[in-house]
């Protein structure tokens, strides 16, 4: 199970890259043969294009390789790095916390005015909901990436 949670968000990417990938060349081989293509496929591909930049920075949290302090935290002895990763993992939960609520702001505005995406017509919240989901995951691999770092192994 472990090493399921530790590239959970690396093999998400894998299926919506290779399903973005199919879309793209099959809306791209219809339309040279046919000259037509299905509107539908850039909609999805977009969609799963914000799902695919929740799940990166997750992984990117994850890693520690996101700048943060980094350059900082190099050039401070031990005791300055104590400081500086939890200040920067606070400041960068902050901003998810931020990010997070005016999501669900977001989606709870687009469920009650019943918005559809145009090609689907499915309802937009579902796209949506890749903010506070990505949020919450990037919230718990900052915290997972500090108490590494504090303890002095690396993610």
């Not at 690396?10 to 290779?18: K, N, P």
């Not at 999501?103 to 309802?123: G, M, N, R, V, Y």
Request: hydrophobic share 60%.
């Amino acid at each position: 199970m472990r090493r399921v949670y530790d590239n959970m968000e690396e093999a998400l990417g894998v299926v919506l890259l290779a399903m973005m990938a199919a879309l793209a060349f099959t809306n791209v081989v219809l339309r040279y043969f046919i000259n037509y293509s299905f509107a539908f496929t850039e909609e999805a591909e977009v969609a799963a294009l914000v799902w695919l930049t929740a799940l990166g920075a997750a992984a990117g949290f994850r890693r520690g390789l996101h700048l943060g302090f980094g350059l900082l935290a190099m050039r401070f002895p031990r005791l300055g790095r104590l400081v500086l990763v939890p200040f920067a993992s606070l400041l960068t939960i902050i901003t998810l916390c931020i990010l997070f609520y005016f999501s669900i702001f977001q989606i709870k505005d687009e469920i009650a005015l019943a918005i559809t995406s145009e090609a689907l017509a499915i309802p937009q919240w579902w796209y949506t909901l890749a903010l506070p989901i990505g949020a919450m995951l990037m919230i718990a691999r900052v915290i997972e990436y500090t108490w590494n770092e504090l303890r002095g192994s690396k993610a």
